[in-house]
């Protein structure tokens, strides 16, 4: 049992992080920070918190006896490319802030999300190793190498717990996403589910890993609740479930709604997604926690589609 605070606790993950982390350590021990409230409410307490603003932040931990941190504020990839400076600042420095709160003993632990976005062109684009060449082409993937490597430095230079994974592309169902080149995939879904067609900004045969929110979640909380002497990895591991692309995806809906047309008009996403890992090596977060997705494309496809809600607003804007 652990007294946790979620910062970024009304996006896309976030909203439904707070529900997991409920389950495993009970509403009271939860506390929802971020810049405004989540439009569907969750039981537990929430607090207005812009955690740019170190002496706020500092102050929710030591008013709630704040144990864990989970920090999930950020600027994701596609909107990140219309604000660099301002997703350099939030994306960068939100994570200092945490992590010196780490450093002061103030907190025990932290977790914080990477991306398959920081890889880059020249990153092995199958099978994507663990350790490889990481050269992102956007604002967004340029901040999370810069984290991952904050992130090995507090823990080698200061000792700090900070635990990380790349997430995929994470397709959920609570909250819209926030701006990112995987959204296409939960739009894709959104569309079908009203009986309109799908105008996709990807083309048909971008490959991109893909992970449903269920096992985002447990992956979360299996990482946080890992032996620390297991984790040989203090950047950000690798995490996989599924790869598929456009094509392959709106096949598989055809067969729960078979009328569902897409078209294809790839804009300034189409250059970000070609730029990323097409599948992802998850070796060593398999061996080292235990990671296994529970699951596959037809498996995500079937949950999608009995979870999205048919009245969700249309794009809007993940990875
Ligand atoms: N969604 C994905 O597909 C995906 C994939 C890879 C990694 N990630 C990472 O997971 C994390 C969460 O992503 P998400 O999709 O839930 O993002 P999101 O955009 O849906 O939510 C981000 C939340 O952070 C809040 N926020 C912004 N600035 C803040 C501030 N200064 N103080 C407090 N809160 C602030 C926003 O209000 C928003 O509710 C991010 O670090 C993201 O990079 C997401």
């Known amino acids: 049992m652990h007294r946790v605070l979620v910062i970024g606790a009304s996006g896309q993950i976030g909203s439904e992080l707070v529900d997991a982390l409920v389950d495993a350590h009970g509403a009271a021990n939860v506390v929802a920070g971020d810049l405004r409230a989540a439009a569907t409410p969750s039981a537990v307490q929430f607090v207005t918190l812009d955690t740019l603003d170190a002496a706020r932040l500092r102050e929710v931990v030591a008013q709630h006896r704040i144990d864990h941190v989970y920090q999930l504020a950020a600027l994701l990839s596609a909107v990140g490319e219309a604000a660099p400076l301002q997703t350099w600042t939030l994306n960068v420095n939100a994570l200092l802030n945490v992590l010196e709160l780490a450093r ?4 025990a632990r932290v977790f914080w999300p990477s991306s398959i976005a920081a890889f880059g062109p020249r990153s092995q684009r199958d099978d994507t190793p663990q350790a490889t060449v990481m050269d992102p082409g956007t604002m967004y993937g340029v901040t999370k190498v810069a984290g991952e490597r904050l992130c090995e430095y507090y823990f080698r230079r200061f000792g700090v717990d900070v635990r990380s994974v790349r997430y995929p592309g994470v397709l959920g169902s609570r909250t819209p996403p926030g701006g990112g080149t995987t959204d296409y995939a939960i739009e894709m879904f959104q569309a079908a589910k009203r009986g309109e067609p799908y105008r996709c900004f990807l083309g048909p045969d971008t490959r991109l890993p ?11 909380l299996e990482l946080m609740e890992a032996d620390a002497a297991q984790l040989g990895v203090h950047a950000s591991y690798n ?20 009328g569902f047309e897409v078209t294809y008009a790839p804009d300034f996403r189409q250059a970000i997604a070609d730029s990323w890992p097409r599948t992802i090596d998850d070796g060593e977060a398999r061996s080292d926690w235990g990671w296994r ?3 596959d494309f037809e498996g995500l496809v079937a949950h999608m589609w009995e979870a999205i809600p048919r009245d969700w607003p249309l794009p809007g804007s993940g990875s």
């Open 104 to 107: 002061e003993g103030r907190v």
């Open 293 to 295: 997705p529970q699951f």
């Open 210 to 220: 893909m992970i449903g929110m269920p096992d985002v979640l447990r992956a979360t």
């Open 239 to 258: 995490l996989a479930a599924s790869s598929f692309t456009p094509a392959e995806l709106h096949a598989a809906i055809r067969r729960f709604a078979p």
